[in-house]
Protein backbone atom coordinates (compact mmCIF):
# COMPACT_ATOMS: atom_id res chain seq x y z
CA UNK A 1 0.00 0.00 0.00
CA UNK A 2 3.00 2.71 0.28
CA UNK A 3 3.35 1.79 -3.08
CA UNK A 4 0.59 3.15 -4.03
CA UNK A 5 1.27 6.13 -2.00
CA UNK A 6 4.62 6.79 -3.53
CA UNK A 7 3.14 6.32 -6.80
CA UNK A 8 0.15 8.72 -6.62
CA UNK A 9 2.13 11.56 -5.01
CA UNK A 10 4.78 11.43 -7.90
CA UNK A 11 2.06 10.56 -10.48
CA UNK A 12 0.32 13.91 -9.70
CA UNK A 13 3.28 15.97 -8.98
CA UNK A 14 4.26 15.37 -12.09
CA UNK A 15 0.93 15.67 -13.72
CA UNK A 16 0.56 19.24 -12.13
CA UNK A 17 3.76 20.75 -13.45
CA UNK A 18 2.79 19.01 -16.50
CA UNK A 19 -0.46 21.02 -16.54
CA UNK A 20 0.55 23.96 -15.04
CA UNK A 21 1.80 26.04 -18.19
CA UNK A 22 -1.78 25.10 -19.77
CA UNK A 23 -4.14 27.80 -19.94
CA UNK A 24 -7.10 27.92 -17.08
CA UNK A 25 -5.23 25.44 -15.21
CA UNK A 26 -3.79 25.81 -11.49
CA UNK A 27 -2.11 24.04 -8.81
CA UNK A 28 -1.46 24.06 -5.28
CA UNK A 29 -0.11 22.75 -1.72
CA UNK A 30 -1.62 22.09 1.24
CA UNK A 31 -1.54 20.60 4.64
CA UNK A 32 -4.62 19.96 6.73
CA UNK A 33 -4.79 19.22 10.25
CA UNK A 34 -8.40 17.56 11.32
CA UNK A 35 -10.46 15.98 13.78
CA UNK A 36 -12.27 12.48 12.78
CA UNK A 37 -15.60 11.45 14.52
CA UNK A 38 -17.92 8.56 14.36
CA UNK A 39 -21.41 9.52 14.60
CA UNK A 40 -23.25 7.16 15.54
CA UNK A 41 -27.52 5.87 16.28
CA UNK A 42 -26.91 3.90 19.07
CA UNK A 43 -25.76 4.29 22.71
CA UNK A 44 -22.10 3.89 21.87
CA UNK A 45 -20.13 6.88 22.06
CA UNK A 46 -17.21 8.29 19.72
CA UNK A 47 -14.60 10.69 20.48
CA UNK A 48 -12.79 14.06 18.23
CA UNK A 49 -9.52 12.97 17.76
CA UNK A 50 -6.80 15.23 15.63
CA UNK A 51 -4.08 14.24 12.78
CA UNK A 52 -2.68 16.24 10.16
CA UNK A 53 -2.70 15.31 6.07
CA UNK A 54 -1.34 17.18 3.11
CA UNK A 55 -2.02 17.55 -0.80
CA UNK A 56 -1.58 18.89 -4.02
CA UNK A 57 -4.81 20.51 -5.44
CA UNK A 58 -5.71 21.42 -9.45
CA UNK A 59 -8.55 23.18 -10.76
CA UNK A 60 -9.34 23.57 -14.07
CA UNK A 61 -11.11 27.16 -14.39
CA UNK A 62 -13.90 27.53 -16.93
CA UNK A 63 -14.08 31.34 -16.53
CA UNK A 64 -12.47 33.70 -13.31
CA UNK A 65 -15.22 32.28 -10.43
CA UNK A 66 -15.94 28.95 -11.79
CA UNK A 67 -13.69 25.68 -12.02
CA UNK A 68 -13.51 21.92 -11.27
CA UNK A 69 -11.39 20.51 -8.36
CA UNK A 70 -8.93 17.65 -8.36
CA UNK A 71 -5.57 16.65 -6.94
CA UNK A 72 -4.24 14.22 -4.59
CA UNK A 73 -4.71 14.08 -0.77
CA UNK A 74 -2.91 12.27 1.91
CA UNK A 75 -5.11 12.33 4.95
CA UNK A 76 -4.46 10.36 8.44
CA UNK A 77 -7.71 9.74 10.40
CA UNK A 78 -8.21 9.16 14.13
CA UNK A 79 -10.51 8.41 16.21
CA UNK A 80 -12.54 5.85 18.91
CA UNK A 81 -15.94 4.62 19.44
CA UNK A 82 -16.72 2.58 22.68
CA UNK A 83 -19.51 1.37 24.41
CA UNK A 84 -22.10 3.69 27.33
CA UNK A 85 -20.26 1.48 30.13
CA UNK A 86 -16.59 2.83 29.12
CA UNK A 87 -15.38 -0.74 29.39
CA UNK A 88 -14.93 -1.37 26.15
CA UNK A 89 -13.98 0.32 22.96
CA UNK A 90 -11.69 0.43 19.79
CA UNK A 91 -9.07 3.25 18.65
CA UNK A 92 -8.04 3.07 14.94
CA UNK A 93 -5.97 5.55 12.75
CA UNK A 94 -5.78 5.00 9.28
CA UNK A 95 -3.78 7.23 6.37
CA UNK A 96 -5.68 6.97 3.07
CA UNK A 97 -4.91 8.04 -0.35
CA UNK A 98 -7.87 10.34 -1.79
CA UNK A 99 -8.82 12.20 -4.91
CA UNK A 100 -10.95 14.54 -4.44
CA UNK A 101 -13.81 15.58 -7.01
CA UNK A 102 -15.33 19.02 -6.43
CA UNK A 103 -16.79 21.86 -8.19
CA UNK A 104 -15.40 25.21 -6.78
CA UNK A 105 -17.52 28.59 -7.20
CA UNK A 106 -15.83 31.96 -6.28
CA UNK A 107 -17.39 35.85 -5.48
CA UNK A 108 -16.08 38.68 -7.13
CA UNK A 109 -12.97 39.94 -5.48
CA UNK A 110 -12.81 42.02 -1.79
CA UNK A 111 -9.62 44.00 -2.94
CA UNK A 112 -7.15 41.42 -2.15
CA UNK A 113 -9.67 38.78 -0.78
CA UNK A 114 -11.91 36.33 -2.67
CA UNK A 115 -14.46 34.08 -1.20
CA UNK A 116 -15.26 30.40 -2.47
CA UNK A 117 -17.05 27.24 -1.47
CA UNK A 118 -16.54 23.46 -3.26
CA UNK A 119 -18.72 20.65 -3.34
CA UNK A 120 -18.19 17.01 -4.05
CA UNK A 121 -17.15 13.90 -3.08
CA UNK A 122 -13.62 11.87 -2.81
CA UNK A 123 -12.38 8.37 -3.32
CA UNK A 124 -9.60 6.76 -1.79
CA UNK A 125 -7.94 3.60 -0.58
CA UNK A 126 -6.22 2.96 2.79
CA UNK A 127 -2.44 2.45 2.40
CA UNK A 128 -1.97 2.16 6.45
CA UNK A 129 -4.52 1.20 9.70
CA UNK A 130 -3.11 0.90 12.81
CA UNK A 131 -6.17 -0.30 15.53
CA UNK A 132 -6.45 -1.52 19.23
CA UNK A 133 -8.99 -2.98 21.36
CA UNK A 134 -9.72 -2.12 25.26
CA UNK A 135 -11.85 -4.41 26.83
CA UNK A 136 -12.03 -3.99 30.94
CA UNK A 137 -8.74 -2.30 31.00
CA UNK A 138 -6.83 -5.28 28.82
CA UNK A 139 -5.79 -3.70 25.29
CA UNK A 140 -4.72 -5.66 22.38
CA UNK A 141 -3.52 -4.28 18.75
CA UNK A 142 -4.85 -6.16 15.72
CA UNK A 143 -3.80 -7.81 12.64
CA UNK A 144 -2.52 -4.77 10.52
CA UNK A 145 -4.55 -3.80 8.04
CA UNK A 146 -7.44 -6.10 9.29
CA UNK A 147 -10.15 -4.04 10.81
CA UNK A 148 -10.98 -0.68 8.91
CA UNK A 149 -12.31 -1.04 5.70
CA UNK A 150 -9.52 -0.90 2.43
CA UNK A 151 -12.06 1.94 0.22
CA UNK A 152 -13.12 5.41 0.48
CA UNK A 153 -15.96 7.42 -0.58
CA UNK A 154 -16.82 10.28 0.90
CA UNK A 155 -19.40 13.51 0.26
CA UNK A 156 -17.60 16.86 1.07
CA UNK A 157 -18.51 20.17 1.27
CA UNK A 158 -16.30 23.23 2.10
CA UNK A 159 -15.86 27.07 2.31
CA UNK A 160 -12.53 29.18 2.05
CA UNK A 161 -10.53 32.29 1.32
CA UNK A 162 -7.77 33.78 -1.33
CA UNK A 163 -5.54 36.15 -0.67
CA UNK A 164 -3.75 37.41 -3.75
CA UNK A 165 0.02 37.87 -3.52
CA UNK A 166 0.28 38.74 -7.02
CA UNK A 167 2.52 37.20 -9.84
CA UNK A 168 0.11 35.03 -9.92
CA UNK A 169 0.30 33.30 -6.92
CA UNK A 170 -2.76 32.93 -3.36
CA UNK A 171 -2.28 32.07 -0.15
CA UNK A 172 -5.45 30.12 0.75
CA UNK A 173 -7.44 28.45 3.73
CA UNK A 174 -10.44 26.27 4.12
CA UNK A 175 -12.66 24.53 6.09
CA UNK A 176 -13.72 21.16 4.94
CA UNK A 177 -16.59 18.71 6.03
CA UNK A 178 -16.21 15.04 4.97
CA UNK A 179 -18.28 12.61 5.81
CA UNK A 180 -18.22 8.67 4.72
CA UNK A 181 -20.17 6.97 2.20
CA UNK A 182 -19.11 3.54 3.35
CA UNK A 183 -18.71 1.94 6.37
CA UNK A 184 -15.25 1.84 7.64
CA UNK A 185 -15.67 -1.24 10.08
CA UNK A 186 -17.21 -4.15 9.50
CA UNK A 187 -19.31 -4.77 12.74
CA UNK A 188 -18.99 -8.43 12.31
CA UNK A 189 -15.17 -8.62 12.97
CA UNK A 190 -16.05 -6.13 16.24
CA UNK A 191 -19.69 -7.61 18.20
CA UNK A 192 -19.33 -4.66 20.17
CA UNK A 193 -20.69 -2.17 17.55
CA UNK A 194 -23.64 -4.57 16.83
CA UNK A 195 -25.83 -3.16 14.06
CA UNK A 196 -23.84 -0.08 13.72
CA UNK A 197 -22.45 1.02 10.91
CA UNK A 198 -19.46 3.23 11.88
CA UNK A 199 -19.22 5.61 8.86
CA UNK A 200 -15.99 8.32 9.96
CA UNK A 201 -16.87 11.87 9.58
CA UNK A 202 -13.73 14.43 9.71
CA UNK A 203 -13.02 18.39 9.56
CA UNK A 204 -9.98 19.38 8.33
CA UNK A 205 -8.81 22.82 7.84
CA UNK A 206 -6.80 23.51 4.93
CA UNK A 207 -3.50 26.02 4.76
CA UNK A 208 -2.04 26.49 1.65
CA UNK A 209 -0.45 28.17 -1.55
CA UNK A 210 -1.84 28.00 -5.14
CA UNK A 211 0.67 29.22 -8.12
Known amino acids: MKTIKNFALVFFVMFGFAIQ ?11 SPNLGFIPTSSDLKSTWKPDIGFGLTVSRYFDERYSFNTGVELPSLRTSIGNEAGDTSMS ?3 SFVQVPLAFKMKTISFGYWTIYARVG ?6 Y ?5 FSQE ?3 TQSNPDAQ ?24 FMSLDFHRSLLNQVDPRNVPFLGKDRP ?9 GIIF
Request: proline content about 0%; glycine content about 14%; cysteine-free.
Open 128 to 132: QENAE
Open 148 to 171: IENFLLTAMGSIGAEYDLGIESSL
Open 121 to 126: GSIGIK
Open 21 to 31: AQTGYRMGLQI
Open 92 to 94: FRA
Open 137 to 139: GLT
Open 199 to 207: RMSWIALNL
